[in-house]
């Protein structure tokens, strides 16, 4: 929980195996590769629910594995892991550079906006439209248990965005005068589903009652291949001291604290990606033929 985002997340991991293949000693092909799958393993599977620290080993290793069936050497490998790294970091970055510019023109003079959490994509796309001279005012949950929404109040009010926080069970006593909810992702499966910090489903719903629209802001490096082959997205439980501090006071009492939960497209109106606004029916097209997963691929790191 250092890092927070699940694109910053991702980006930690380029920068973690660049520096596994900066500093390896490795002395052929073969021992270069089975040191980086030991950092991919332990970098890919550190967040269980952020498909994007997958995502981020996948994209580096499809480079290297293509590069070394060509019969490439050590150095050349070694090379290519770095640049792929950095290259991966700089994508990852202009992707919210650009989910900014595009979920902006969505947004209008006089637009009032919930959002859940601290998201880097949709801080992107409103500070985006707020720099476009555009006036409108944002409500932040404060996202119990570990109020991330505060995060991003913060940061809004720092550009100059007028903000309000809110508590979490707020959103449907506001939901009526909300123009839009917009909110970022950890994962999106291949049906659209949205996978995103806990609350997020209930707020989606009431968004839908009062007729709404839901906007995720997410990279195309949130889609989990895993899901086209029936994979479930696992939903990372944290410790009960997040929501109870003094446990002692509670005890025989079971204290659950799931992280993420899990929209239905359905309850989504689009999802604005680095490569435009897609339906979120259109995810299995960014998994297949953006990225050209397939169907139970072996991971890089087994
Ligand atoms: P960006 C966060 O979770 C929130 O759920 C947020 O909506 C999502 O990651 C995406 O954030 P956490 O990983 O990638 O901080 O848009 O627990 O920054």
């Keep these: 929980m250092e890092i927070r985002?699940?694109?910053p997340i991702a980006r930690a991991v380029a920068q973690g195996i660049k520096i596994e293949a900066e500093t390896s000693a490795a002395t052929s092909t073969d021992s270069f590769m089975e040191h980086l799958k030991e950092a991919a393993r332990t970098l890919a599977t550190a967040r269980p629910t952020?498909?994007?620290a997958p995502n981020a080993v996948r994209f580096l290793y499809k480079r290297l594995t293509s590069q070394m069936k060509e019969g490439k050497e050590l150095p050349e490998l070694k090379e290519l892991a770095i640049r792929s790294s950095q290259e991966f970091i700089e994508f990852s970055e202009e992707a919210t550079k650009k989910i900014g510019e595009i979920?902006?023109?969505?947004?209008?003079?006089g637009d009032l906006i919930m959002t859940h959490c601290h998201s880097s994509n949709v801080l992107s796309v409103l500070t985006t439209a707020h720099n476009q001279g555009k006036h409108f005012e944002v409500y932040c949950t404060e996202t119990r248990p570990r109020l991330q929404g505060l995060i991003m109040a913060k940061k809004l009010r720092d550009v100059g965005v007028s903000t309000t926080i809110i508590v979490d069970c707020a959103a449907r006593y506001f939901m009526e005068?909300?123009?839009h909810v917009i909110i970022g992702a950890d994962a999106i499966a291949a049906n659209g589903a949205v996978v995103n910090k806990i609350g997020t489903s209930e707020i989606a719903l009431v968004a839908r009652e009062a007729r709404v629209r839901t906007m995720v802001a997410a990279e195309t490096y949130k889609f989990?291949?895993?899901?086209?082959?029936g994979e479930l997205i696992e939903i990372e439980e944290r410790s009960p001291r997040e929501v109870i501090h003094d446990t002692k006071e509670f005890s025989q009492i079971n204290i659950r604290n799931p992280a993420f939960d899990i929209t239905p497209p359905e309850y989504i109106d689009v999802i604005v990606t680095e490569m435009g606004i897609i339906p979120p029916q259109a995810a299995i097209l960014i998994l297949t033929e953006q990225y050209?997963?397939?169907i139970s691929e072996k991971e890089p790191w087994e």
Excluded: C, I, Y
Aim: net charge positive.
């Design 5 to 7: 985002g699940a694109g």
């Design 50 to 52: 952020a498909v994007s």
């Design 103 to 109: 979920g902006a023109n969505r947004l209008r003079d």
């Design 177 to 179: 005068e909300f123009n």
């Design 224 to 229: 989990h291949p895993g899901t086209m082959g």
């Design 292 to 294: 050209g997963w397939k």
